[in-house]
């Protein structure tokens, strides 16, 4: 599989906390053997040192800023400084995990301060400056992928997005049509309007192939931005068991058949369902089924890890 190059706060690697500290986070450490990746602090970066006063944000109906009380120090423009520099200089990349609850670093998660009282919560400046900028992209915090379906959503999107810029650096018409061979029932999944968009691109002959992954990439990376419910999925599913259903014995059909109602009703786990047809897939050596993104669409070790 292709690495996906994420951007990682350098706190998951190095003690440049304010309080000299380092973040250990098991999920982070694994998804590390898996990726390409790149540190930043932007505290540091802006020249705060290690340890440091503790920075806040400040906000009220008009304006954002930051700033360290103990010093007095307003520090809103040298954080956008460096969020300007950085996301002009920064290209190829797949996502972002950045640490929680920090002003500059925090996703939806830093506090803000109002008349000296913690107000509310919003996005800390680096992780609103990266939002705004690369909006196709997905950006999360550790805490957020502790939950698996959030997390298989993230890791669904950066294994995808890296096969693209490999494609993208090709732009081969035939490497364009096995591209989208695989992923038919991921799109399937996430956007059937358009995977059928994207299937009329990748057949015109006409137009010329930079062109088509041009067209071809906005709908790709759009059509990850939402997570899919489970009566997608299931839609999926019987997709698939149309494909292989003529292979099975009659109780195995009535076995199949109820682990699908059982996981629309949520009693079943999408990856019960996934290694079934995994097995079914071994078991008729169908290279179409096993070649396809959805049954396989990242290293399995990184949902096992908690
Ligand atoms: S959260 Fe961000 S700014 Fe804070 S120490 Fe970690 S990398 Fe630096």
Redesign the pocket.
Known sequence: MEKPRIIL???FSYP???NGGIVHDEFVEILKKYINYEL?????EIGLGVPRPKIIILKDDFKKRLYQPETGRDLTHEIKKYISDFVKKVSGIDGFV??SK?P??GITSANYYKDDKIAGRTDGF?AEGVKNHFPELPAEHEGRLKNLELREHFLIRIFSYAEFRRLEENLDAGELVKFHTRYKYLLMTYSQKNLKEMGKIVADGKTRIEERISIYKKLFYNSFIRRPSRSKHFNTFLHIYGYFSKGLNQDEKKHFLSLLDKYKNGTAELSTILEMIKNFSYRFSDTYLLSQKYINPFPEELIYTS
């Open positions: 706060s350098r706190c440049v906390r304010y930043v602090c932007p505290e540091v950045l640490k920090s500059s670093c680096f």
